[in-house]
């Protein structure tokens, strides 16, 4: 989904899935950015109270967790570093069906101008 929006080659996204993959992140930080929270919930499993829940496919769950990597991939791609999430994080994702992709907005206003 966020491929979607931000297009896939979007380098900073995609450093940031690489570095998801490869679990590279900074923890030592209060503020994290979206990399880092995404990556330590799944590690440790503290916000949602059991790494396992990260890495099920049940919707009740994967609804929550995909709402959760979107809110902070969002907050990395605008270099916002924090301590936790906000409010409506759990509703990112039902969000982003309805966003209109970068490369569409760009498109839109190139045909404007």
């Not at 929006?5 to 590279?24: C, F, M, S």
């Not at 995404?38 to 059991?50: A, S, T």
């Not at 902070?72 to 966003?99: C, F, H, P, S």
Request: aromatic share 12%; proline share 1%.
């Amino acid at each position: 989904m966020s491929l979607k929006h931000y297009g896939p080659n979007d380098q900073k996204l995609r450093a940031a899935w690489e570095d998801i993959i490869e679990e590279r992140g900074n923890f030592k930080d209060l503020n994290k950015d979206g990399v880092s929270h995404i990556i330590y919930e799944w590690m440790k499993g503290k916000f949602f109270k059991d790494v396992s829940i990260c890495k099920d496919t049940k919707w009740e769950n994967m609804n929550r967790t995909v709402s959760y990597i979107l809110y902070w991939i969002d907050k990395y791609m605008d270099d916002e570093k924090l301590q936790k999430v906000g409010n409506g994080w759990d509703t990112v994702a039902v969000e982003y069906k309805d966003r209109v992709s970068t490369q569409a907005m760009l498109n839109n206003v190139l045909s404007i101008a």
